[in-house]
């Protein structure tokens, strides 16, 4: 099984601050990678799909980067909608999996 | 528009069955592979379960293999999990996801928002 290795697990930060969470796989999944957001008591988003490309009316602040077993999710200019958790997801084999999550916090 | 519209979760004891589904609308239900995740209270995502769009193609997660089975009626745009002997650990909001990809192999770019299950005596 593919492990995903999401850090940190939580951070805190500042209206306007580059924010960076990353994702390592256990093995090699290609760009099979995407990440998501949820908010309190909703269903979680898609943001990125393919490891870097912007999903449709997400706003271009987020950005994903990576290839193979290491990635990237950054909010260029944290804004106050963007406080949430964030994970990512592989879906280059079964079982697909998760990483643990990051909760984004206001400073 | 695409609609995923689960229903079917409630109290069960341990030891139970309970049978969820999810009515899907908006889309060419046949024309891509669907998949259940979960989240436990408090908790993070966690991968369920996936089937293709014609069933041929199906994965669990380890901690449900032999007790889940996932399935679903293109007929009548449905997906469904059957979950036999149900465990404490089993106590989670179930989602309903989209997947891209006709065989499965995408991500989610749709999600319901979810049906409760709760595992106790």
């Known amino acids: 099984d593919i492990q995903m290795t999401q850090s940190p697990s939580s951070l805190s930060a500042s209206v306007g601050d580059r924010v960076t969470i990353t994702c390592r796989a256990s093995?090699?999944?290609?760009?099979?990678l995407g990440w998501y957001q949820q908010k309190p008591g909703k269903a979680p988003k898609r943001l990125i799909y393919a490891a870097s490309s912007l999903q449709s009316g997400v706003p271009s602040r987020f950005s994903g980067s990576g290839s193979g077993t290491e990635f990237t999710l950054t909010i260029s200019s944290l804004q106050p909608e963007d406080f949430a958790t964030y994970y990512c997801l592989q879906h280059n084999s079964y079982p697909l999996t998760f990483g643990q999550g990051t909760k984004v916090e206001i400073k | 528009e695409v609609q995923l519209v689960e229903s079917g979760g409630g109290l069960v004891q341990p030891g139970r069955s309970l049978r969820l589904s999810c009515a899907a609308s908006g889309f060419t239900f046949d024309d891509y592979a669907m998949h259940w995740v979960r989240q436990a209270p408090g908790k993070g995502l966690e991968w369920v379960s996936g089937?293709?769009?014609?069933?041929?193609?199906?994965g669990y997660a380890d901690s449900v293999k032999g007790r889940f089975t996932i399935s679903r009626d293109n007929a009548k745009n449905s997906l469904y999990l059957q979950m036999n002997s149900l465990r404490a650990e089993d106590t989670a909001l179930y989602y309903c996801?989209?997947?891209?990809?006709?065989?499965?192999?995408?991500?989610?770019?749709?999600w319901g928002q979810g049906t409760l299950v709760t595992v106790s005596s």
């Open positions: 996801a989209k997947d891209t990809k006709l065989s499965g192999g995408g991500d989610f770019d749709y």
């Open positions: 093995q090699g999944i290609r760009n099979d």
């Open positions: 089937i293709s769009w014609n069933s041929g193609s199906i």
